[in-house]
């Protein structure tokens, strides 16, 4: 049977990169060698450096891959100034996000957060609207700086202008399994950050965990924020809210709430910041 984590991407834009900063660009994945590439940096961040617990398949093959793998459109950024993992000369992948367009899932198997959240529900609920979810970011821990985040926001800000979806949904992750001591980000999120109820998505019942283990009052707001993971500070700064309850991931030693991010709400200073910019692209 073929791999399905060896086959090609879809949704291509025409090959070209989004953007591009010296020697970094960013770009959609194009052959099976490259998807693979973003599979082996998943891999080194999060089992080898993070501490998951991979399968045996992927620490036979050092690779993290799942069947979504095939169905993805996988974002990479480039350094052109650095060798890859592949053959001899081959660019480096130092950083990934990985795309999943709704009328792709929804002729497979759904969407990954899925198996956390009822995201089923948020989309009924929405039926004219588009979704895209987010999902299996990492980037090489060199290249963990403002300037590889910017490219990345600019990849998917170019994607989202072909693809034009309403509204972006995925998972993201604090460090730990013990949510009594992630009580503070957990409660602040919860508090400060969960979506109105239209929008309002909750946890499966078998695999919530409650997010409101402190009263709003007792929060130190400046505290909580410091202790946010920068993908999930970054996101609440373009307006996104969270889903009710968070899910224990022991696999990848996290804990994970859902993001929902409608693009409407998307402040235009970061529509302009992150919008196509003719100096940024690769000529």
Request: charged fraction near 25%; aromatic fraction near 8%.
């Amino acid at each position: 049977m073929l791999d399905p984590t060896l086959l090609p991407a879809i949704g291509d834009i025409d090959g070209k990169a989004l953007s591009r900063l010296g020697s970094l660009e960013v770009r959609l994945a194009q052959t099976a060698a490259e998807i693979r590439q973003a599979q082996k940096l998943r891999y080194r961040v999060f089992f080898r450096e993070g501490g998951a617990t991979a399968a045996l398949a992927s620490r036979i093959i050092r690779r993290d891959f799942d069947s979504f793998d095939a169905i993805c459109d996988h974002l990479l950024v480039i350094d052109h100034a650095a060798e890859g993992t592949g053959l001899r000369g081959t660019p480096a992948v130092v950083g990934t996000y990985r795309l999943l367009r709704q009328d792709i899932a929804e002729r497979h198997d759904g969407f990954y957060s899925a198996a956390e959240f009822d995201v089923g529900a948020l989309v009924a609920r929405h039926r004219d609207l588009r979704f895209l979810e987010l999902g299996r970011s990492c980037v090489l821990a060199p290249y963990r700086n403002k300037r590889t985040l910017e490219l990345l926001w600019h990849g998917i800000a170019a994607y989202s202008a072909q693809n034009r979806p309403d509204v972006m949904i995925g998972c993201a992750s604090l460090e730990g399994t013990d949510p009594d001591q992630l009580a503070l980000p957990l409660s602040f999120l919860h508090h400060h950050a969960r979506a109105p109820e239209a929008w309002r998505t909750h946890a499966l019942p078998h695999r919530t965990v409650e997010m409101n283990r402190m009263p709003k009052e007792a929060i130190d707001p400046k505290a909580a924020l410091r202790g946010l993971p920068p993908l999930i500070k970054g996101y609440l700064r373009l307006g996104a809210h969270v889903g009710e309850g968070a899910v224990i991931d022991r696999q990848f030693g996290t804990t994970d709430v859902l993001i929902v991010l409608q693009m409407s709400a998307i402040k235009q200073r970061y529509y302009t910041h992150f919008g196509p910019k003719p100096e940024r692209a690769a000529a």
